[in-house]
């Protein structure tokens, strides 16, 4: 998955993004509403962690400003507002302004990691949190991934790979797209990552669980669209 985090403390910033890239999550980071609103405007992100409280917000915008330009341009990406102000207006408007959720700091990574799951859950339109496919059972919660009923062992991105297949069963996602779910800004990407971890989820899921569309991507399940490139 991943997120853009919009925190302008150095600190919370850096610790949040430590903490969710040890988790699986590719995190970009902006520090202010005018990165944030250029990024919006041109990538694309699971979802927004996003701060109210930003610099320079006489001439740029705080973060609800944020939240109301995400939303006016029919932009459904999922927004958790991570903020110091708790009181019930301040609540109330931010959800009014399209929040997803909203979360008082100082907060444990903890509930933030379940709000992120019931937000993601939400928006895909799943209710259980598990998802399956072909004898293959992956728990965000729990992050426990089983075979037949079997654990499986995966490293963090191994699991992150398996579960933006297993998100949209049938879809054919790209190596870039995968990549995108699997590296923030900054990070050095090896021009053989995806497929090496293509290939460990074959070693330890079976060779069938994940296609190969050449040329294409990678998809688990039913092909959604009829394609002429050959599979694998």
Avoid: C
Avoid at 192 to 217: E, F, T
């Amino acid at each position: 998955m991943r997120l853009l985090l919009v925190e302008d403390d150095r600190m919370i910033g850096d610790s949040l993004r430590k903490a969710l890239r040890d988790d699986g999550y590719a995190v970009d980071w902006v520090y202010d509403a005018r990165a944030a609103n250029a990024t919006l405007a041109t990538e694309r992100f699971d979802l927004v962690l996003l701060d109210l409280g930003l610099p320079n917000a006489a001439q740029w915008g705080g973060g609800l400003d944020v939240l109301r330009a995400l939303r006016a341009r029919r932009d459904t990406t999922p927004v958790i507002v991570l903020t110091a102000r708790d009181t019930l207006n301040e609540r109330v408007a931010g959800l009014d302004a399209g929040a997803d959720d909203y979360l008082v700091k100082p907060f444990e990574l903890d509930e933030l990691n379940a709000r992120m799951r019931a937000v993601l859950r939400r928006h895909a339109g799943r209710g259980e949190p598990a998802m399956e496919h072909a004898g293959v059972r992956l728990d965000p919660a729990t992050r426990l991934v089983t075979l037949d009923g079997e654990p499986v062992a995966l490293s963090a991105r191994e699991f992150a790979v398996l579960e933006a297949l297993l998100v949209r069963p049938g879809a054919i996602l790209s190596r870039a797209q995968l990549e995108d779910r699997l590296y923030g800004w900054g990070e050095e990407i090896e021009s053989n990552a995806v497929s090496v971890y293509i290939h460990q989820l074959r070693k330890k899921l079976g060779p069938d669980v994940i296609r190969n569309v050449r040329g294409v991507g990678y998809y688990v399940g039913a092909r959604q669209a009829p394609g002429g490139a050959g599979e694998s």
